[in-house]
């Protein structure tokens, strides 16, 4: 049962255009989240977090939004660049005992020059 | 600083082979130590998780097992490779649960089962 979803599996942005990347969780209890990006053949890297307490986290060119209501999450890019092409994860946790980070299946972002 | 090396990056191995995947890191102690697999189509699928010496948990029913032999490496295995067991399998670490950055993952090996 996927716990954590990205119904995208893809999307082209232009560059300097704003890229929205979409999740969404169905397990109430979590209360923090990641993304991670990917670049083939290497492992996720942490890009930015948020925990439930905040609605907004911005980091640079990087926001994460959070609507505990819906259950959804997106991470806005603005400008994207081309080395923002990446697949994008979504990752959830329930801090209070779950030692596991639940992940998304992952959005390939391709910016266009 | 930390670092966490995985290998070997690449491997294609047959059907009913066996499988040895290692995962070590350094620069810290006693880490909580994961291995992830991401099949096509799927996202990143937690496969066994260790909080030290000797303790394994898995997640999820499968053809292949984990071990930690000593506190800062983690090994994955199998007796016998099945197709399915193609994929990314990723080994990461964390010093708490969930740490503010998540999880630091390993490069990654890509296995191909043919």
């Known amino acids: 049962d996927q716990q954590v979803k990205q119904n995208s599996p893809s999307l082209s942005v232009q560059e300097g255009r704003i890229s929205i990347l979409n999740c969404d969780y169905t397990?109430?209890?979590?209360?923090?989240f990641l993304w991670y990006k990917k670049y083939p053949a290497e492992g996720p890297t942490f890009l930015i977090s948020?925990?439930?307490?905040?609605d907004k986290n911005e980091d640079g060119r990087f926001t994460v939004f959070l609507n505990k209501s819906a259950k959804h999450l997106s991470l806005h890019i603005v400008p994207s660049q081309p080395g923002d092409s990446a697949v994008y994860f979504c990752?959830?946790?329930?801090?209070?005992?779950?030692?596991?980070?639940?992940f998304g299946t992952g959005t390939r972002l391709t910016v266009i020059p | 600083s930390q670092t966490i090396h995985q290998w070997p990056a690449t491997l294609v191995q047959p059907v009913g082979s066996p499988l040895s995947l290692e995962c070590t890191v350094e620069?810290?102690?006693?880490?909580?130590l994961y291995w992830y697999r991401q099949a096509a189509g799927r996202g990143l699928q937690l496969l066994f998780y260790?909080?030290?010496?000797?303790?394994i948990s898995s997640e999820v029913p499968q053809n292949l097992s984990a071990s930690r032999p000593q506190d800062r490496q983690f090994i994955l295995s199998s007796k016998k490779l099945l197709l399915s067991d193609s994929g990314f399998y990723l080994c990461?670490?964390?010093?708490?649960?969930?740490?503010?950055?998540?999880?630091?993952f390993g490069s990654g090996t890509r296995l191909t089962v043919v």
């Open positions: 990752a959830a946790s329930d801090q209070t005992g779950a030692n596991n980070l639940f």
């Open positions: 990461a670490w964390s010093d708490t649960p969930v740490p503010p950055r998540g999880y630091t």
């Open positions: 620069g810290t102690s006693n880490p909580n």
């Open positions: 948020i925990s439930s307490i905040k």
């Open positions: 397990n109430s209890m979590f209360d923090y």
């Open positions: 260790s909080v030290g010496i000797g303790q």
